[in-house]
Structures are given as C-alpha cells and as structure tokens.
Nanobody
Framework: QLQLVESGGGLVQPGGSLRLSCAAS????????IAWFRQAPGKEREGVSW????????NYADSVKGRFTISRDNAKNTVYLQMNSLKPEDTAVYYC?????????????????WGQGTQVTVSS
C-alpha cells in the first residue's frame, strides 16, 4: 500500500522551531516532486513549499520564505520541512504530497498521494 506519513507536529511558542518529516512506505520518493501544504481552520488549503526529486530545485510561499526550509533524504525515503521563527498564523494541519509527474507547481490538484496530516500549533 502506498502511503505518506507526516510526523513532527506539536505545540510551540512564537519564535520557536519544529521539523516536520514526511516518510513514504510502499514506494520510493526518489522520482517524485514533494510538496508541503497546510490548512488552517476555516481556510483553504495552501501550498507552503515544494522540492524537486533531486532536491536541487525548491520553492516557497512568500509567507514562509526565509523561515522554512524544505529538504529531502532519498536514501531515507523522507522529506523534511524545517520551520523556524514560527508565528501564530503558521498554525494549521500540515500535509505532504507527492506529484508523480514532477510538475513542480504549488497546485494541490496536481498531487497524487497525500499524507494524513500533522497538527502544528503556534501559541504562547
């Protein structure tokens, strides 16, 4: 069974950091573009960042540029999202997703496999 599983979410104070992980089972991530999306209560899902299969190309939403870093370790079949300088507005459920056609866009409709999400709450 093909699965993506996110982990690493939690409660953190403003200004703090978290590292999210997205691990694949049942398939290799090596050939796929991977993205992180998030959805806050009452809001639409939004793209946060994507990374190419090689890890050489990356893109970020303006709201997280300079604070979040996406990376991947294909040997571990895992993609990461390092989140620094967290703000209350970063509070959301974070999802990772795989695009098997490697289109390198932040459009959630282009992603074929999704994880179940991990909650990130930024609050004092």
């Amino acid at each position: 069974q093909l699965q993506l599983v996110e982990s690493g979410g939690g409660l953190v104070q403003p200004g703090g950091s978290l590292r999210l992980s997205c691990a694949a089972s049942g398939f290799r991530l090596d050939y796929y573009a991977i993205a992180w999306f998030r959805q806050a209560p009452g809001k639409e899902r939004e793209g946060v960042s994507w990374v190419s299969s090689s890890g050489l190309s990356r893109n970020y939403a303006d709201s997280v540029k300079g604070r979040f870093t996406i990376s991947r370790d294909n040997a571990k079949n895992t993609v990461y999202l390092q989140m620094n300088s967290l703000k209350p507005e970063d509070t959301a459920v974070y999802y990772c997703a795989a695009d098997t056609r490697h289109r390198l866009k932040m459009d959630s409709l282009l992603y074929d496999y999704w994880g179940q999400g991990t909650q990130v709450t930024v609050s004092s």
